[in-house]
Nanobody
């Protein structure tokens, strides 16, 4: 059974930082592309960042230079380091694992106060 468990969300002031973690189990983590998505109230879920098994990364334009995605294949964990946070970054953040099929975590709330 596949589980993706996000952690690290919370309330932070504008300009602050948070690091999200997503621990995976039930998959061969190293061969999956991992991604972080977010969904704000009333909006569609959007891609924030992704990283392939080989370490290639992709970012949404709105977070480039502020967020960094990384992975630790030994720990089966993907991270999202978020800096210079803005109120518009407020959302539920989800991680996914993709390789033909897609698995999702339950999400973690990030709230950035102005």
């Amino acid at each position: 059974q596949v589980h993706l468990v996000e952690s690290g969300g919370g309330l932070v002031q504008t300009g602050g930082s948070l690091r999200l973690s997503c621990a995976a189990s039930g998959i061969i983590f190293s061969i999956f592309s991992m991604g972080w998505y977010r969904q704000a109230p009333g909006k569609q879920r959007e891609l924030v960042a992704s990283i392939t098994g080989g370490g290639s990364t992709n970012y949404a334009a709105s977070v480039k230079c502020r967020f960094t995605i990384s992975r630790d294949n030994a720990q089966d964990t993907v991270y999202l380091q978020m800096s210079s946070l803005k109120p518009e970054d407020t959302a539920v953040y989800y991680c996914d694992a993709a390789r033909g099929v897609v698995y999702w975590g339950q999400g973690t709330q990030v709230t950035v106060s102005s």
